[in-house]
């Protein structure tokens, strides 16, 4: 079997075992790792704002595919306490391991932050969020946590 499988790989051309060798060790450019904190008044580079807003390398990001409960400010305290749960996982998610980023449909939102689908180990941050009740699917404009 061993023997057989050598005789395979040797009659490939090196063309396709260069190309097989750059496959097998590819990783995403965009995978990333970092340290999350909490924001604070400072200066803000790599941390956490709320459940959908967060620093990282000194570029805000805004997560495009869900809406979390507001905290600046809370519209009422079932949205205060649903937000601080949200913005907590959000902190455990990023810092759990690397990270990847997909631009959405736009870069950019009216306040600046970055429109991205935030992924970590292939698997959606946001859709994380919405399976935990932390989290909506974004559709377009906010609605009300506190009915």
């Given at each position: 079997?061993?023997?057989?499988?050598?005789?395979?790989?040797?009659?490939?051309?090196?063309?396709?075992?260069?190309?097989?060798?750059?496959?097998?060790?590819?990783?995403?450019?965009?995978?990333?790792?970092?340290?999350?904190?909490?924001?604070?008044?400072?200066?803000?580079?790599?941390?956490?704002?709320?459940?959908?807003?967060?620093?990282?390398?000194?570029?805000?990001?805004?997560?495009?595919?869900?809406?979390?409960?507001?905290?600046?400010p809370?519209?009422?305290?079932?949205e205060?306490?649903?937000?601080?749960?949200?913005?907590?996982?959000?902190?455990?998610?990023?810092?759990?391991?690397?990270?990847?980023?997909?631009?959405?449909?736009?870069?950019?939102?009216?306040?600046?932050?970055?429109?991205?689908?935030?992924?970590?180990?292939?698997?959606?941050?946001?859709?994380?969020?919405?399976?935990?009740?932390?989290?909506?699917?974004?559709?377009?404009?906010?609605?009300?946590?506190?009915?």
């Amino acid at each position: 079997m061993t023997l057989r499988f050598f005789t395979a790989i040797a009659s490939l051309s090196p063309l396709a075992i260069g190309i097989l060798a750059s496959v097998a060790s590819a990783q995403p450019s965009s995978s990333a790792s970092e340290t999350f904190s909490i924001c604070g008044s400072g200066q803000r580079i790599t941390c956490v704002v709320d459940g959908d807003t967060f620093w990282f390398r000194g570029e805000k990001i805004r997560i495009a595919d869900i809406d979390t409960p507001e905290l600046s400010p809370p519209r009422c305290e079932r949205e205060r306490e649903r937000g601080l749960a949200a913005k907590q996982r959000l902190l455990e998610i990023l810092n759990s391991g690397p990270l990847s980023f997909k631009t959405s449909a736009r870069d950019e939102d009216r306040f600046g932050r970055k429109l991205r689908i935030v992924y970590r180990d292939r698997r959606s941050v946001g859709n994380m969020l919405v399976a935990e009740g932390l989290a909506r699917k974004w559709e377009g404009s906010r609605r009300s946590w506190c009915e």
